[in-house]
């Protein structure tokens, strides 16, 4: 296997992980929007980066979900961003098996060049595909509830 083909299922796992996390950031963009109250005025977060979303976000949404949501992109960073190598040498500390992928990311805005590393187990990044598919349906249950009454547009 090549150093660029880490997995078969990697892309996959991947994909999964980005298509989730872009519905529930759409999410949490059109629940502020709708808590706004005005259609014809863009929301601030409405379309911003992910940390001005979640941002935004704390000031409407429930705290336990928006530090899900926090949590959640700041591992989808390392999915989207990182380079995918195999995690064999890497051991998990409670199991004492090798990982099976690592990801290695590089810094942002450092003097000088660094990289932070997170190893991932395939069923990790498929929790954290289902993470983001549940975070997306508690923020259009949200949504929800303000367009129907059921909870504040102001």
Do not use: C
């Amino acid at each position: 296997m090549s150093r660029r083909q880490v997995s078969p299922e990697l892309p996959h796992l991947i994909g999964e992980v980005v298509i989730a996390a872009a519905w529930a950031e759409d999410a949490g963009g059109t629940f502020l929007q709708a808590t706004s109250g005005d259609w014809d005025k863009r929301a601030t977060g409405y379309d911003d980066t992910s940390s001005r979303l979640v941002r935004a976000l704390r000031n409407t949404a429930p705290k336990a979900l928006v530090d899900r949501l926090e949590a959640a992109l700041e591992l989808r960073h390392f999915v989207v961003h990182g380079v995918w190598a195999s995690g064999s040498f890497i051991k998990h500390p409670d199991s004492d098996e090798p990982f099976d992928f690592v990801s290695m990311k590089r810094r942002y805005r450092t003097e000088a060049p660094e990289r932070d590393t997170k190893a991932f187990m395939k069923s990790a990044l498929k929790w954290l595909a289902r993470e983001f598919w549940e975070i997306e349906d508690e923020l259009e249950r949200l949504h929800s509830d303000v367009l129907f009454g059921k909870g504040k547009s102001e």
